[in-house]
């Protein structure tokens, strides 16, 4: 079962995700409010209204009513999620993050004091991880998450697009070749019409987006950037000075070409990159993970990395081998020396696929150029 679709409305449900689309349903004539799920909207200044029509069968999730209307509307039938106190994040958001969100004043603020660190704290307070209010609360948000995901994939900037995975190393630092490459692939994916899909850490995932983001800009320009940010190579000793680095190179171009990352706060000490434009965040890393490799229509290029990265190549195999004939998907493995010799998993990948219909979509090549012209293909 796909996480993201495991409380995917019925087709008598209606998602309401904007007060304009609240407004449109109300001026619309219904006579009730029967299936209708409002999240996370102030619905202040609309009494009349929500007293006239019956609540029956419509649920409210952590939206703000006029005194006396909340009561109203329960009594009557409609099923109310309460905002969650002491939570530092919206569980009922309607809407992927942005970096803008997560990093908030970062040119003034120390990262300690971003909303993405705070709900990192948040998450690993003695006993959050079996708290009942505290992994409700998660549950909630992931689900919000995967939704406004769906939408986006659905009806949203990633709509109809063919959505490729550059999987690889958090290690790789700015200003190594390493970096240099993952940046050239996102680029080359980007400029070839290709959206582009990583973990939205930092290292090789931070590469490829940031490569996408910037592919509108001259080969000179890619360099400054590039020669900009490895003036702080990583986020160890200070995530601050790592994403105030970022954030300079977006200030210079803040209309870069979309991307998406999905990284996760059970891994909180890696923070995620400023350079994809949607980030879908979530607390449960396997949600996470499997919601990625189905995203990527279009394939998955992995770059050298060691276990996290060891762990998706036979992920995606294993969706490969069981998965129908129409649904196998190219798996790129960059890198000759690291696949077949520092960590060999080419050759396990060749023996789970002999004689299966993913024998004839697994690569091994030296070069990026060489992996976009097998998914180009």
């Known amino acids: 079962m796909n996480p993201s679709r495991a409380l995917t409305p019925s087709p008598r449900t209606l998602d309401i995700e904007s007060v304009a689309h609240f407004d449109r349903l109300l001026s619309s004539g219904a006579a009730t409010m029967h299936g209708w799920h409002a999240q996370s909207l102030d619905l202040r200044g609309r009494r009349a209204d929500l007293q006239r029509l019956d609540p029956q069968g419509a649920i409210f999730l952590g939206c703000t009513f006029d005194d006396g209307v909340e009561d109203s509307l329960r ?26 969100e997560l990093y908030e004043d970062i040119d003034s603020t120390e990262y300690e004091a971003t909303l993405d660190a705070l709900v990192y704290q948040w998450s690993i307070m003695p006993g959050q991880r ?31 697009n063919k959505i490729v995975g550059v999987m690889g190393g958090h290690a790789a630092q700015r200003g190594t070749t390493d970096f240099d490459d993952a940046a050239r692939l996102g680029r080359l994916l980007a400029v070839s019409g ?11 995932m931070e590469a490829a987006n940031l490569g996408a983001y910037l592919s509108g800009l001259s080969d000179a320009d890619f360099a400054v950037a590039l020669q900009s940010l490895a003036a702080v190579p990583g986020f160890r000793p200070s995530v601050t000075a790592w994403a105030r680095a970022a954030a300079v190179v977006v200030g210079h171009y803040p209309s870069g070409t979309t991307s998406l990352g999905i990284p996760t706060w059970f891994y909180g000490h890696e923070p995620p990159n400023l350079f994809a434009t949607h980030i879908a965040k979530y607390f449960a ?11 990527c229509n279009g394939g998955i290029v992995f770059l050298p990395g060691s276990a996290g ?10 969706e490969n081998f069981y998965g129908a004939p129409e649904t196998v998907t190219p798996m790129v493995l960059v890198g000759r020396d690291h696949w077949e010799h520092k960590y060999p998993a080419w050759p396990m990948l060749q023996s789970l696929a002999a004689g299966k219909v993913m024998e004839a979509r697994i690569f091994l090549v030296d070069s990026v150029e060489e992996a976009l012209a097998v998914v180009a293909g």
């Open 285 to 295: 890393n396997s949600m996470r993970e499997a919601i990625l490799l189905e995203l």
């Open 130 to 160: 079996t708290s009942l209010d505290a992994t409700l609360a998660a549950a909630l948000h992931d689900h919000a998450i995967g939704d406004a995901l769906d939408e986006l994939m659905g009806n949203g900037d990633f709509a109809g």
């Open 194 to 204: 290709f959206t582009v899909a990583t973990g939205g850490g930092p290292g090789a």
């Open 75 to 100: 009594s009557r039938g409609a099923l109310i999620f309460p905002k969650l106190r002491g939570v530092p994040f919206n569980p009922y958001r309607g809407s992927l993050y942005s970096a803008a």
């Open 309 to 318: 990265t060891v762990q998706e190549i036979f992920q995606d195999a294993c």
